[in-house]
Structures are given as C-alpha cells and as structure tokens.
C-alpha cells in the first residue's frame, strides 16, 4: 500500500501525458485543453466499484478486480480516505511476471523508506522511472470518504481470487 498522495500523483501523471498527447494530434491548436483533459480521463480512468461496510472495529472495502495486473494496484489509505488505481489487463498483453499469491497480505508502513522495511511493493513508488511509453493503459479508479477516521499503519489490503478486499482498523481516539 502506498500513500494516497502517490496513488493520485500516479494517475494525474498519466492522464496529464495522455491530454498533451490530445493536444499534439490536434496540431496544438490552444482552445481544447480541458476537453482533452477530459477525454483522457475517460479513456484511461475506468470507475471501479467499492462496497464499504462499517463493523464496531473496522471498516471493510471490497471491489472485484478481475482482468487486473496485481503488481499494477496500488492502495493508498489516509484517516479518512480510501485510494485504489489499477491497471486492467487484456488477454494481448501476455501474462504477467508479478501477481501477488493468494495469501500475501499487503501492509501499509507510515514510513516506506524505515530500516527493515519489508512492505511488498505493489506499484511504482513515486520516481520510478518504468512508464509504458507505448499505448496508454487503462486504470481502475477509486476515491471513497471513509465513514469513519481509520489507522493507516495497521491496514491490510489481500488480492485474492479476483477480489480486492482492504481490513481498516478504526483509529483510537485519543483520551481513551
């Protein structure tokens, strides 16, 4: 899991390449830029569907991913706020070299760069410098306001089966 800052960063990147990329086909022609925007928001950012539930300790998120890149998602979690961008997949694109197992649980460290470190990595961290320069990938998109303040740091996201499923422990208030 990263932070959602990253995870925005991620997607305002792509789709930012893709609108100067409108931009260019037109001739650069100034007059169309938020259309292009626009445009390539709605080729690049599919609205994925999240189903989140309360329990008296957690909040719960689930969104099936199926056809998706498991080392294309990328989870981000604030107090309050819930991100997930991932690359869907088409049977051209030839099989994928890191899915995570069944099994393997993704946690969200408050630091990502702390001696020790062993948080799986899911997606690019910001600066990477792999970008497909070839035809623009498609993305999953979600932002949801959680219903409640959530501790990030004990979060835990599992891809398993074509389901996406994200456990939020509720943040303790302080004074308790």
């Keep these: 899991m990263r932070d959602v800052t990253d995870c ?5 990147d792509r789709v930012a390449r893709r609108a100067h990329e409108k931009h260019l086909e037109r001739g650069a022609v100034p007059g ?3 259309d292009d925007w626009l445009t390539a928001e709605h080729e690049l950012l599919l609205d994925l569907p999240v189903d989140i539930t309360e329990s008296a300790d957690c909040v719960y998120a689930l969104a099936s991913v199926t056809n998706w890149s ?3 998602v990328c989870v981000g979690i604030e107090a309050r ?8 997949s088409s049977d051209e694109d030839g099989p994928v070299e890191s899915i995570p197992s069944d099994i393997q649980e993704l946690f969200c ?5 702390a001696p020790g470190d062993d948080t799986p990595e899911i997606a690019g961290r910001a600066g990477d410098d792999s970008r497909e320069e070839d035809a623009p990938a498609m993305r999953a998109f979600s932002i949801r306001a959680l219903p409640v303040a959530v501790d990030p740091s004990r979060s835990i996201a599992v891809l398993s089966a074509g389901v996406l499923g994200i456990r939020m422990p509720k943040a303790v208030a302080s004074g308790e």
């Design 32 to 34: 169309s830029e938020l």
């Design 81 to 88: 706020w819930l991100v997930i961008v991932a690359q869907v």
């Design 8 to 12: 925005l960063l991620e997607a305002y």
């Design 70 to 72: 498991g080392a294309g």
């Design 109 to 113: 460290a408050p630091d990502d760069d």
